[in-house]
């Protein structure tokens, strides 16, 4: 399935711009594979070496914090909106 | 040169917020047309050191997003912060997780509580540039 994935300013250097792209797949973990065939570099921004979601991404799908679902391995569905929020953080 | 622009009354509560969470870090976020802060949203800080740091509740910060995304013409003006015991200037922590270039990051200071200090600056690619603060006295509407 295809689901809307909607892309923070730091990362819209990977998507000429776009404030949204499609992705393609059965989970979020899946969904950003197919982003990084078109738009390279998108996932490499959002999880790390190891395969984990970055700790200063937040990822929702739909209202959601997929940290509280199955995080990337959350299952998706037509009509999701996959967005992708860095963190607001910093310290002294 | 670019300035940053705040309602005199924003300023206040940002500052009230800041006090209100002494010792611990504030965060929140101004949200309006461009140039134009028309809203403050507090979000709660969620680090495990609050003190040190800070990381908004994610949840919140998703909350705010739909918000401003409902105004047509709204946009993410300024993520804010607190230091509690050191100046109002972005500390190492705050320029490697400058994730919004999009937004002016704005510090207050309480390192002297009884003399908060408030700046404004952009933080991009790992550059510093302070924006001049100017306090109107309205919410231009």
Same mark, same amino acid.
């Given at each position: 399935?295809?689901? %809307? ?16 792209? =499609?992705?393609?797949?059965? $989970?979020?973990? %899946?969904?950003?594979? /197919?982003? %990084? ?5 998108? $996932? ?20 959601? /914090?997929?940290?509280?679902?199955? =995080?990337? %391995?959350?299952?998706? =569905? /037509?009509?999701?909106?996959? =967005? ?9 | ?12 509560? #940002? ?29 709660? &800080? ?8 800070? &990381? ?20 993410? #003006? ?39 200090? #408030? ?11 302070? #924006? ?10």
């Amino acid at each position: 399935m295809t689901i %809307e994935v909607r892309v923070p300013t730091i990362l819209r250097k990977h998507t000429q711009g776009a404030k949204a792209v =499609s992705g393609a797949g059965s $989970t979020v973990r %899946e969904v950003l594979s /197919d982003l %990084e065939s078109r738009h390279p570099g998108i $996932t490499g921004a959002v999880v790390t070496e190891n395969g984990d979601l970055h700790r200063f991404i937040n990822m929702y799908l739909n209202d959601e /914090d997929i940290r509280f679902l199955g =995080s990337l %391995e959350t299952p998706v =569905s /037509d009509g999701d909106i996959l =967005s992708i929020l860095p963190a607001v953080a910093g310290g002294r | 040169m670019e300035e940053f622009t705040i309602p005199r009354s924003m300023a206040t509560e #940002l500052i009230e917020h800041a006090q209100a969470e002494y010792p611990k870090e504030c965060c929140g976020i101004l949200a309006g047309p461009p140039g134009d802060p028309q809203k403050l949203f507090r979000l709660t &800080n969620t680090d495990p050191d609050p003190v040190m740091r800070y &990381n908004a509740d994610p949840r919140e910060l998703k909350r705010v997003y739909d918000a401003v995304y409902e105004h047509d013409d709204w946009e993410i #003006l300024s993520i804010y912060h607190s230091h509690t015991h050191s100046p109002a200037f972005p500390s190492p922590t705050d320029v490697e997780r400058a994730f919004h270039p999009d937004a002016v990051y704005v510090l207050v200071s309480l390192a002297d509580r009884a003399s908060p200090a #408030l700046r404004a600056f952009r933080i991009l690619d790992g550059r510093i540039e302070e #924006l001049p603060v100017v306090q109107s006295e309205e919410v231009k509407g």
